[in-house]
């Protein structure tokens, strides 16, 4: 009995050993689509994704796509993204954000043509960047664009937590007028929302024919306004190489850095209508921590979701009072700033100081 107790161990020692072999190995065998159309689909979008980037801003964010580089002294190279004219004006400080791979990176300059609707904007760096060639800039050819070509729109929409969200459409309308210039955009249905402005449009092959530029929301009706669906602007490329081949260095307006925090906060009334209140302790008062420019210094001491609330002894009730707080601020001015941070279900207070940088 001992010795078939035995046996009939051993049999399940190696079925369980079998098992785990397998599941090991199904789990390192990438997947690969059993229709042709998705497996492309699949691997161009994998190619291309790289390339595309999100533009940071003091007022918002857009996307973007590097599609060209230089390579300057001590090993930095300088890399050209293009966006859209309107997520640089009036922008003020830039930076760059790469999803999870690197840390972002301050935009030295930007170019822009508010008539086209276009904008370059320059990083320089050590990091060595998935650069996207663009026959229509690169080779001065045409692009081919018709009606009913899939097409995939890669960008950032709504948060910086969804990174190169991708939509898929079709093109509706090949050459259609915007801002007053004939055939200066493409008109489809893969969905754009803010943050997908300047970001990239592909085809199947991965060329890239257009840059991401507007949505029609509504439309009047005798019967009221209605929520337009799949109305999307693309600026051709094809429209749009001309002008950004023409940009010289005489164009680019130099981005002046500014001494700052270095966080994104928000009022509570405001986070709490998309946040849970479980976030914050009872009866909150203050300013809510909501996201970092990591090329500064607040994000090595302070954490997302931290609850301002007390700057330099000084009690900080609304956004106001940490801009009050930071008049005729200059480079290596020190501030003192109170936080409250869940620790494990319990609001604890931490005090820390911050270096304007």
């Given at each position: 009995m001992k010795k078939k107790l035995l046996s009939m161990f051993i049999v399940m020692l190696f079925v369980l050993a079998l098992v785990g072999c397998s599941l090991e190995l199904r789990a390192e065998v990438p997947y690969t689509s059993p229709i042709a159309y998705e497996q492309l689909r699949i691997d161009m979008i994998a190619e291309v994704s790289p390339s595309v980037v999100v533009v940071k801003t003091e007022t918002g964010h857009?996307?973007?796509?590097?599609?060209?580089?230089?390579?300057?002294?001590?090993n930095m190279f300088r890399y050209y993204i293009m966006t859209n004219a309107h997520v640089v004006e009036d922008g003020g400080e830039m930076t760059v954000h790469f999803g999870d791979v690197i840390d972002d990176i301050s935009v030295v300059d930007f170019a822009s043509n508010p008539t086209y609707d276009i904008a370059v904007v320059r990083i320089e760096t050590t990091e060595v960047l998935r650069v996207h060639h663009v026959a229509s800039i690169d080779d001065n050819t045409i692009t081919q664009?018709?009606?009913g070509q899939d097409v995939y729109a890669i960008g950032t929409p709504q948060n910086i937590d969804?990174?190169?969200?991708?939509?898929?459409?079709?093109?509706?309308?090949?050459s259609y007028p915007y801002n007053g210039v004939p055939g200066l955009v493409i008109m489809h249905d893969a969905e754009?929302?803010?943050?997908?402005?300047?970001?990239?449009?592909?085809n199947l092959n991965g060329e890239l024919i257009g840059i991401n530029v507007a949505k029609v929301a509504n439309i009047s009706t005798v019967e009221g306004t209605i929520a337009a669906e799949g109305l999307n602007y693309t600026l051709s490329i094809n429209k749009i190489a001309p002008i950004v081949r023409g940009f010289?260095?005489?164009?680019?307006?130099?981005?002046?850095?500014k001494p700052r925090l270095g966080i994104t906060v928000q009022e509570i009334s405001v986070f709490l209508e998309s946040h849970d209140a479980s976030l914050?302790?009872?009866?909150?008062?203050?300013?809510?921590?909501?996201?970092?420019?990591l090329?500064?210094?607040?994000?090595?001491?302070?954490?997302?979701?931290?609850?301002?609330?007390?700057?330099n002894g000084t009690a900080i009730t609304s956004i106001?009072?940490?801009?009050?707080?930071?008049?005729?601020?200059?480079?290596?001015?020190?501030?003192?700033?109170?936080v409250l941070r869940n620790v494990d279900g319990t609001f604890v207070e931490f005090v820390v100081n911050i270096t304007l940088s």
């Amino acid at each position: 009995m001992k010795k078939k107790l035995l046996s009939m161990f051993i049999v399940m020692l190696f079925v369980l050993a079998l098992v785990g072999c397998s599941l090991e190995l199904r789990a390192e065998v990438p997947y690969t689509s059993p229709i042709a159309y998705e497996q492309l689909r699949i691997d161009m979008i994998a190619e291309v994704s790289p390339s595309v980037v999100v533009v940071k801003t003091e007022t918002g964010h857009g996307s973007g796509i590097i599609y060209k580089s230089e390579t300057l002294e001590n090993n930095m190279f300088r890399y050209y993204i293009m966006t859209n004219a309107h997520v640089v004006e009036d922008g003020g400080e830039m930076t760059v954000h790469f999803g999870d791979v690197i840390d972002d990176i301050s935009v030295v300059d930007f170019a822009s043509n508010p008539t086209y609707d276009i904008a370059v904007v320059r990083i320089e760096t050590t990091e060595v960047l998935r650069v996207h060639h663009v026959a229509s800039i690169d080779d001065n050819t045409i692009t081919q664009i018709i009606v009913g070509q899939d097409v995939y729109a890669i960008g950032t929409p709504q948060n910086i937590d969804k990174f190169n969200y991708v939509t898929q459409g079709i093109v509706s309308i090949a050459s259609y007028p915007y801002n007053g210039v004939p055939g200066l955009v493409i008109m489809h249905d893969a969905e754009l929302n803010p943050g997908n402005s300047g970001g990239p449009l592909f085809n199947l092959n991965g060329e890239l024919i257009g840059i991401n530029v507007a949505k029609v929301a509504n439309i009047s009706t005798v019967e009221g306004t209605i929520a337009a669906e799949g109305l999307n602007y693309t600026l051709s490329i094809n429209k749009i190489a001309p002008i950004v081949r023409g940009f010289t260095n005489a164009d680019f307006e130099v981005v002046v850095r500014k001494p700052r925090l270095g966080i994104t906060v928000q009022e509570i009334s405001v986070f709490l209508e998309s946040h849970d209140a479980s976030l914050l302790p009872e009866n909150p008062v203050g300013v809510v921590v909501i996201g970092f420019d990591l090329t500064r210094n607040a994000h090595l001491v302070l954490e997302e979701f931290d609850l301002i609330v007390e700057m330099n002894g000084t009690a900080i009730t609304s956004i106001a009072d940490i801009a009050l707080q930071l008049e005729d601020a200059e480079f290596g001015d020190v501030h003192v700033i109170k936080v409250l941070r869940n620790v494990d279900g319990t609001f604890v207070e931490f005090v820390v100081n911050i270096t304007l940088s």
